[in-house]
């Protein structure tokens, strides 16, 4: 079998899947302003998605994160993971969605065969929350976060942005949340993007503050654990729940990439920062554009570089995160 792994030996198994660019949320550190509708987009449509699927699993892919912009935004989310989790060769389906949609609609997704979601919950103090993601909305985040712990999801992850002035003070609020709670926390450092140079030099922070706090608590590192991708993950005998830190800033990030993108418009993207992308829609069409669409995947996956760049200032070409998929 053709298998995804480029020039410097790295294996790509995952595809994150952005589906949309649309959100309702304005979290400051992507979509300050909300989202705005420039021009109609057509996003990827249930068929394009099957195909684009089909010529993904085949070349080895094993689990998708569906993303976007806000995944659940789309009237046909639960029908889109229906389709990938019905996709032969695809183990795992996940999504990281804002929570919004969470309590009403967990059940349904996991029916539809979702097996994992990451959610972003970038404080635990209510006023923080809104102020992060402009939704004055904490509560219904978490009964979202407990109904799907309760309809059956195994894992479920919470996904937190680091940034110095607004959730810094919250470590303890998080390890009290997870001392009963068998969920992943994620911390992930906020990273620069074209549209939030100046936030980002007022709030980074390094997620070796956090790294250094656990370490000296306790906690300590999980070895080996190549499907985290570039998460450094921390347990801790006294606590059910577990810590990931994402730190893309860090030495060798980009050596345990495993994950390639593709935008809700169809654009292959080998990374999420410095290059624009390899264009796939006018093969998603048509099934029998399979073994085109193939070449054109493994062609592209020859020219993805060694690393972002990131320490190097590169933030080349995305705006947000919410325009290829976070
Ligand atoms: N709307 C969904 C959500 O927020 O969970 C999914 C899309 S969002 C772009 C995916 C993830 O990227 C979220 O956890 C979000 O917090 C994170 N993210 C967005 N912009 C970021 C940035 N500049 N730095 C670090 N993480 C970011
Ligand atoms: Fe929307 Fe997610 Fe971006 Fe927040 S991080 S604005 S929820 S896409």
Redesign the pocket.
């Known amino acids: 079998m053709q298998q995804l792994i480029d020039n410097f030996d790295r294996k790509f198994e995952y595809l994150r899947l952005s589906i949309t660019d649309e959100?309702n949320?304005?979290?400051n550190y992507?979509?300050p302003d909300g989202y705005q509708r420039t021009q109609k987009k057509q996003f990827l449509s249930e068929f394009e998605i099957e195909n684009l699927l089909r010529a993904f699993a085949e070349l080895g892919t094993k689990k998708v994160r569906i993303t976007?912009?806000?995944p659940s935004l789309r009237k046909d989310f639960s029908s889109i993971i229906s389709i990938i989790s019905n996709t032969k060769g695809i183990q795992k389906v996940a999504t990281t969605t804002?929570g919004f949609n969470l309590f009403k609609q967990a059940q349904q997704w996991f029916d539809a065969g979702l097996d994992a979601i990451n959610v972003?919950v970038d404080s635990l103090d209510p006023k923080t929350f809104h102020l992060i993601?402009g939704k004055n909305i904490f509560q219904k985040v978490m009964q979202g976060v407990s109904a799907s712990v309760e309809v059956g999801f195994k894992q479920v992850k919470i996904n937190s942005v680091l940034m110095k002035g607004f959730n810094d003070t919250d470590l303890n609020l998080y390890l009290d949340w997870i001392k009963e709670q068998p969920i992943q926390l994620r911390f992930i450092e906020l990273m620069q993007t074209d549209d939030n140079a100046d936030f980002f030099n007022k709030h980074h922070l390094s997620g070796n503050l956090i790294k250094e706090n656990l370490l000296k608590n306790g906690w300590t590192q999980k070895v080996g654990l190549s499907h985290d991708g570039p998460a450094q993950v921390f347990t801790h005998i006294d606590y059910q729940g577990e810590i990931g830190l994402i730190m893309p800033y860090s030495k060798d990030f980009c050596k345990s990439c495993n994950r390639l993108r593709v935008s809700s418009t169809g654009r292959l993207h080998l990374c999420l920062f410095g290059e624009e992308g390899v264009d796939l829609r006018d093969l998603l069409a048509c099934e029998n554009d399979k073994e085109a669409l193939k070449s054109r995947i493994l062609a592209a996956l020859s020219n993805k570089k060694v690393s972002h760049y990131l320490q190097q200032g590169e933030v080349g070409g995305t705006p947000h995160?919410?325009s290829i998929g976070?």
């Open positions: 959100c949320f304005k979290c992507c979509l976007g912009g806000e804002n972003s993601t995160l919410a976070g």
